[in-house]
């Protein structure tokens, strides 16, 4: 047992899901296949919104065959490009009749200076961007869905983040770490604002950190960065133990009335005072309707 399990407040649930539907970006791999695998064996519908279709077609059998659900489908979706959220998006709207869980969990790390199909620098990109406008397509569907839930994953490294308002996409210099941290501080800003815009709804909101998990997202870590996460590998959290605020913010019955928090460890944790900036939260928003070209009040 990795000795980082000896400090952490364990939480489990017998809750089901059984008639309702649940959406999760990034389900081919990591927490978000391990969210899949544990939210279909409490009888919910799964989405699985992924980007790599051949990798998608493997996660979708461990998941049917793991949980024996056959309710358990794949759709493409490649968040660093607009046209494919709305093409997406358009899809859910017809062919689903309701949507009572959206967990926005796809996201890309420290990765080399890229662009998105839009021209956003990647990480704020896929990150903030595509989510945000994916939540913006949908958010009638999970209206008519409610009592509904969206749960963005942040990480604990937004606590190193600033969100730069005048160079969001670090065209006056990139720095991989500090735009992952900006892309994962802006998360908990968007789901700070929108449980103000979604209150009195029934839609409930939630950002959390998962954990430092062994997962994909250190492909792009440099040889002495990947040298210290092998040597802390004891203290990280496996796919399972990552996905678990995940799953305890998809089910946790005491959090129904609960909305706009942040989560660790499957609890209520302390985010840093930037992500508790209401009025940064307010131009991000703004910031955000504007490149995306669209209106959202």
């Known amino acids: ?10 939480w489990s649930s017998t809750n089901r899901l059984d008639g309702k539907t649940v959406l999760i970006t990034g389900a081919n791999t990591g927490i978000g296949k391990e969210t899949a695998l544990d939210l279909a064996k409490r009888g919910a519908r799964i989405i699985m919104a992924c980007r ?13 065959e793991g949980s024996g659900s056959q309710n358990v489908v794949i759709k493409k979706l490649d968040l660093s490009d607009t046209k494919s959220i709305r093409e997406f998006a358009e899809t859910i709207n017809k062919e689903e009749t309701q949507l009572h869980i959206l967990i926005n969990n796809a996201g890309v790390m420290v990765c080399p200076h890229g662009k998105t199909v839009d021209g956003f620098e990647m990480q704020i990109g896929v990150n903030h961007m595509g989510h ?26 937004h606590s190193w983040g600033t969100i730069n308002l005048d160079d969001i996409n670090s065209e006056k210099g990139y720095d991989k770490k500090k735009a992952y941290s900006q ?8 789901t700070r604002s ?3 815009k979604l209150q009195g ?13 062994q997962t994909d997202l250190w492909r792009h ?7 210290i ?15 678990q605020t995940t799953i305890y913010c998809a089910v946790a019955p005491e959090l129904e009335t609960e909305s706009g928090g942040y989560y660790s460890d499957c609890a209520p944790a302390n985010c840093s005072s930037s992500a508790s900036d209401d009025d940064t939260a307010q131009k991000l928003w703004e910031l955000s309707c504007r490149m995306l070209s669209l209106s959202w009040d």
């Open 183 to 190: 892309s994962k501080l802006a998360n908990i800003l968007f």
């Open 201 to 213: 709804t029934g839609v409930t909101a939630y950002s959390l950190h998962p954990g430092v998990v």
């Open 229 to 243: 996460m092998k040597m802390i590998s004891p203290f990280t959290k496996t796919s399972v133990q990552g996905a």
């Open 221 to 227: 870590l440099s040889t002495p960065q990947a040298a």
């Open 132 to 157: 945000f406008l994916l939540t913006h397509l949908l958010v009638d569907l999970i209206k008519r869905s409610t009592p509904a839930r969206i749960i963005n994953v942040s990480s604990v490294a």
């Open 194 to 196: 929108l449980a103000k």
């Open 1 to 10: 047992m990795p000795f980082g399990n000896l400090f952490r407040r364990t």
């Open 52 to 64: 790599d279709m051949e990798k998608a077609e493997g996660a979708l059998k461990e998941v049917i």
